[in-house]
Nanobody, 124 residues
């Protein structure tokens, strides 16, 4: 059973870069055909898929975030990371890492494995 755990600061100042990591246990991030995504939920809004990194290291991003987002991985630590630059208060949300054993999807409901989520607040 794949388990995911998000980690990172809970408070980020406007214009700075938000950085989160997702530690994976119970499976390898390089196992074919796993897809590893970041998904967020802002107050009063639905889930928003942000981007994915696949088992072979390919990354795909939401068009709305493409200019600010980067997802990378560290196979030696079995973890993947999110960086979101130039944050504003509108980026305040609960951030989740999630996984599915299938071709990657931009639909949050397609992901079977989820971390517990971590609250990130953007405020000065």
């Amino acid at each position: 059973q794949v388990q995911l755990q998000e980690s990172g600061p809970g408070l980020v100042k406007p214009s700075q870069t938000l950085s989160l990591s997702c530690i994976v246990s119970g499976g390898s991030i390089t196992t074919t055909y796993y897809a590893w995504s970041w998904i967020r939920q802002s107050p009063g809004k639905g889930l928003e898929w942000m981007g994915v990194i696949t088992y072979d290291g390919s990354a795909y991003y939401s068009p709305s975030l493409k200019s600010r987002i980067s997802i990378s991985r560290d196979t030696s630590k079995n973890q993947f990371s999110l960086q979101l630059s130039s944050v504003t208060p509108e980026d305040t949300a609960v951030y989740y890492c999630a996984a599915r054993w299938a071709y990657w999807s931009a639909f949050s409901n397609d992901y079977a494995y989820w971390g517990q989520g971590t609250q990130v607040t953007v405020s000065s």
